[in-house]
């Protein structure tokens, strides 16, 4: 058998394509972790603690066992051990330590895992589990996060860099500045709220611990299970074959996998655990609260003398996550004088995680929203500002842009939203009882490489089979990888099929970071170069056909180490907000975002990609907040009732398109493109308000009640020229 080019008009790349798995979705065929059946299947279902910090006294066990269905209650007193000392090499921690489950008696925040109750029905699991009394102790606790906190820290991470940067003097450019900005921006909790929840079932069966999950790669978790359960890893299967959405929330271990495992492991049976959507707000992580303070000095023609982004934000007790937020302030924009410093503040309240585009999507509404402050001082367009500012390296790492379009996006952007004819006094324009008004922000996210590997088999019918453990959490992730098997076999994509999902496949990188297309097309592609070495001359194939694999552990560090650059995707958003003088209802009328990110596998998915991420901008700028009772520290109104989120009718023309971004000397040529969307929506819309209304809004989300307060979020920096 040999691999011959099929026609030109093969190539799949580049070209629209439905999702391969889209009509199984549609019908109701798609099986997820919380509708897979299996024989003698028990229900576990989760207690959470009732008190925000304390230990926990007693439990009344005794009658809840005697309820009908009850298998089991699991708590502090029975719960199997587990082992959560060790460091996960992709984060360089330990694993939070909300996951091991039950193996103490302390309360650190509202919310906290304090048992399982697993019956024979989910109805008997959470009527039993809703009868479970459990007397606390309890003890002062402290969940306010201002930018005032003398206990804030900084610290370094592996994922996420330097908490602090520094160049230049400060002050001194500050003061030598023409125009000032300096204010504090705040965004609040914000949760992930995938459509499908957390959920698990796990089995042991034939020796093997058999997982089927909502995860965002499940090499990677099973491997954690294994550590967790001190077992051997061959022992363990993780399978995640579709799943409803993930943000970033599904991409840790869970107290839901801990859970069912450990119930399963006792009852010898098959347990499933489901979060209901109100327990997820309190052990699914969420992006932190952040207060943000930004300083701006520029001279008399609008270019950057000074830029200082400092950032904090909350994290818990029991897990030290700092939200990155000043990465795009590393990224954007250069000064004499720059400095950046990302801080957490321990607090009694759970623990945050990565949720999508994370530290780029509040640090660029603080930034973008204080560039646009510095255009209105210094009369400067917001565009042209952006221009003046173009660093020509990296600003901290002063390494070059491997490529760099984001002028090109606001140059195409500007055109085709009609930016010339803006006039850039604010209040001017009125529909009605509208106020109406524009603007702008940048976007941009980091583009990374994980070693992984894959396996690609050529089979004796003529197809070609992709196995590779990496995860489609709704992103199109199984079609743009046939896409670029196919074209990188020179056949049509029909004769590739493709395995994902699987822990027992190749191991591959989580799908996080924006990482999973760039990553896990690597691996394919350099499974198939192989193969296509195996195959030359041509070759008979035999019945169990002929495999090669790849790992591309030397080339990511190659590249990394022999050809460091600065790679990023970038954009731009431009969106008209419409304000109601009357009622303080904000309405984004149309938003537009131009992106450069490489070539686009599937223009279909891609698209769909970008517009879920600028509907999220709309929900961020004017609706997500999560709020915290101070007289209970748990959340108030955990659930879709009080937690607001951008609906059909909140969502207006949405268009998002994308400019060439050749990056000749990119070895992967494809750039992730799942968080870039979320980048800077809210700061144009932000922007927007101001434009319509002259009144600035620094704390999100822009609700009626701010936008009528008289004060508004308007008050000025705290120094100005």
Known sequence: M????????????GTAMIRLEGREKVTGAARYAGEVPFPGLAHGWLVLSSVARGRIRSMDTADVVKMPGVLEVFHHGNALPIEAGFVIPLLGTPPDSLVALF?????????????LVVAETSEQAREAAEALVVHYETEPYDIELSGERPDAVALDSQVTGPAVTRKGDLEAELAASSFVVDAEYTTPQEHHNPMEPHAAVARWHEGVLEVVDANQGSAYIAQLLAQ?????????????????GGFGGKGQIGVHQVAAVMAATVLRRPVRVVLTRRQMFSVTGYRSATVQRIRLGADADGRLRALSHRSLAMTSTTYDFAEPTTAVARVMYDAAAHHTSNEIVRLDVPTPSFMRSPGETPGAFALESALDELAEKSGIDPIELRVRNEPERGPVSGLPFSSRNVLACFREGARRFGWSDRDPRPGIRRDGRWLIGTGTAAATHLVMSVPSTAAVTAEADGTFTVRIAASDIGTGARTVLTMIAADALDVVPDRVRIHIGDSSLPPAVIALGSTGTRSWGWAVKAAIAELRTMLTPPTAIPPEGITARSDTTAAVVGLLQNAPKERHT???????AAVDTTTGEVRVRRMLGVFAAGPIVNPLTARSQLIGGMIWGISMALHEEAHLDQRTGGLVGADFANYHIAAHADVPAIEADWVDDPDPDDPVGIKGIGELGNVGPAAAIANAVWHATGVRHRHLPIRPDRVLSTRGDAAPGKATR
Request: hydrophobic share 50%; no cysteine; proline share 6%.
């Open 2 to 13: 040999t691999i011959t080019a099929e026609t030109a008009a093969a190539r799949a790349v």
């Open 103 to 115: 193996q103490h008696d302390r309360i650190p925040w509202a919310g906290w895992p304090v048992a």
């Open 228 to 244: 967790l359960f001190s077992l051997d890893p061959a022992t363990v299967r993780v399978r995640a074959e579709h799943v409803g």
């Open 570 to 576: 970038y954009g731009a958003h431009f969106a008209e």
